[in-house]
């Protein structure tokens, strides 16, 4: 029986980043792209770019998909495969910390859904997300009986997350 791939393993499986000029009509991304081109990251580069965010820093999974857009020079990122490989990223960095320092942990809790709401996929849901977030200064409420950020625009990074 073949041994079960850990969240470090899915993370590192060397999967590189490709472009897709023909978006079929009804892909998740078609509507966005306006007949352009869409970019399916990898693991890798999500994990990548959300290392860049410093404490304090939020973005939400729509500034990072427009972030992976415009360093593949399209019109848009999959929206679900972003969202996959932030989730590796997230699990990947749970394994990690037993054996790794919190500063050396991909921050993963600093990225968002759409209108500032913390993700229940993530791990441990949003009761962690919120701790982790809390921790670094981060004020989280309830909206519509979801736990947000209120402030998430003002706390977004200076400079665009794929330049640093």
Not at 20 to 26: A, D, L, T
Request: some cysteine; aromatic content about 4%.
């Amino acid at each position: 029986m073949a041994k079960r791939k850990t969240a470090l393993d899915h993370l590192n499986s060397g999967r590189e980043p490709h472009i897709v000029h023909m978006i079929p009509p009804g892909a998740p991304g078609y509507r966005e792209a306006e007949g352009g081109a869409m970019v399916v990251s990898s693991p890798a580069e999500v994990n990548a770019l959300v290392r860049t965010l410093r404490p304090g820093e939020i973005v939400t999974l729509d500034d990072l998909r427009q972030a992976l857009a415009r360093r593949h020079g399209v019109a848009v990122a999959c929206p679900v495969s972003t969202a996959i490989f932030l989730g590796m990223a997230a699990r990947a960095a749970e394994e990690q910390r037993p054996i790794l320092p919190d500063a050396a942990l991909t921050p993963w809790w600093r990225v968002l859904k759409k209108g500032g709401f913390l993700n229940p996929k993530c791990p441990g849901g949003t009761d962690a997300q919120q701790a982790l977030l809390e921790a670094e200064g981060v004020r989280v409420s309830p909206l519509r009986r979801k736990p947000a950020v209120f402030d998430y625009a003002e706390r977004r990074p200076a400079d665009r997350i794929e330049e640093r």
